[in-house]
């Protein structure tokens, strides 16, 4: 379901390090709809991954403000609980834990919240059937593709049913066919539940998927193109 407000608004955003010589961050605004799918490109240092963490709740921005649903970043009392109930994160390089099964990589951001571990489980079970691993569930990752590893990454972003997804490169690491099948997923995951996504890539073939896509340099939006 799609409401009238944005799902994701980001309002002048800065992050400095150094005491601000580094500007990582100089000023972004952005509005992400429900079922949005935005795409970050931009030269090394310009700020991509740096956004995701300031929307990742991972660093918390020296200005400006985000609000996720309505809820603005600053009255967040528990980042780690605000990040496991609302975001699902994917990474290049999969950041899978290699001495867990598939199964239990999925599992992994339940621990500690609230619900049975039975029903996680099985939760876990439907996704990774969902995303074609079915047969899969009890291999380690290094016994799984690439491809494979990257659902099975996904599966345990959509574990706790999140608002957003927040992406880095998550094809940087496959193949063309294995690209597009993980791409279609992701697509296909947010159109369907209203979620938002961002994703950085350096892949044009990857950007040209996106409803929008965002220019960035030296830590500002430059430009809005796209589809
Ligand atoms: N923890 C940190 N301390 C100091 N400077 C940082 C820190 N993290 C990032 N920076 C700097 O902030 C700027 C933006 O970095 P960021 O990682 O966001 O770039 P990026 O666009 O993701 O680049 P890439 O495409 O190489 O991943 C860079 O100049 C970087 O050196
Ligand atoms: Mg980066």
């Known amino acids: ?29 952005l509005e992400v709809a429900p079922g949005e799918f935005v795409a970050i490109v931009g030269p090394s240092g310009s700020g991509k991954s740096s956004l995701l963490n300031v929307i990742g ?3 918390q921005p020296t200005a400006g403000q985000v609000y996720l649903d309505g809820k ?24 899978l834990i290699p001495t867990l099964t598939a199964l239990e990589n999925v599992v992994v951001p339940t621990v500690g919240g609230s619900g049975r ?6 939760r876990a079970q439907a996704l990774l059937a969902q995303l074609g691993l079915g047969a899969r569930m009890g291999h380690l990752p290094g016994k799984l593709s690439g491809g494979e590893r990257q659902r099975v990454a996904i599966a345990r972003a959509l574990i706790n049913n999140p608002r957003m997804i927040l992406a880095d490169e998550p ?12 791409l279609d997923i992701l697509k296909g995951v947010i159109k369907q539940q209203g979620l938002a996504m961002i994703m950085v890539t350096h892949d044009a073939k990857v ?17 809005e193109g796209g589809t």
């Open 57 to 59: 709740t991972l660093e």
């Open 171 to 182: 094809t940087g690491s496959l193949d063309s066919a294995n690209a597009e099948q993980v």
């Open 72 to 95: 603005a970043y600053s009255e967040i009392r528990d980042a780690s609980l605000f990040r496991r109930e609302n975001i699902g994160f994917v990474f290049q390089s999969f950041n």
């Open 1 to 29: 379901m799609t409401t009238a407000s944005p799902k994701l608004r980001i309002q002048e955003v800065a992050l400095h390090y150094d005491d601000g010589q580094t500007r990582a961050l100089d000023g972004v605004s």
């Open 207 to 223: 950007s040209a998927h996106a409803d929008r896509i965002i220019h960035m340099r030296d830590g500002r939006i430059e430009q």
């Open 117 to 122: 571990v039975a029903a996680h489980r099985s």
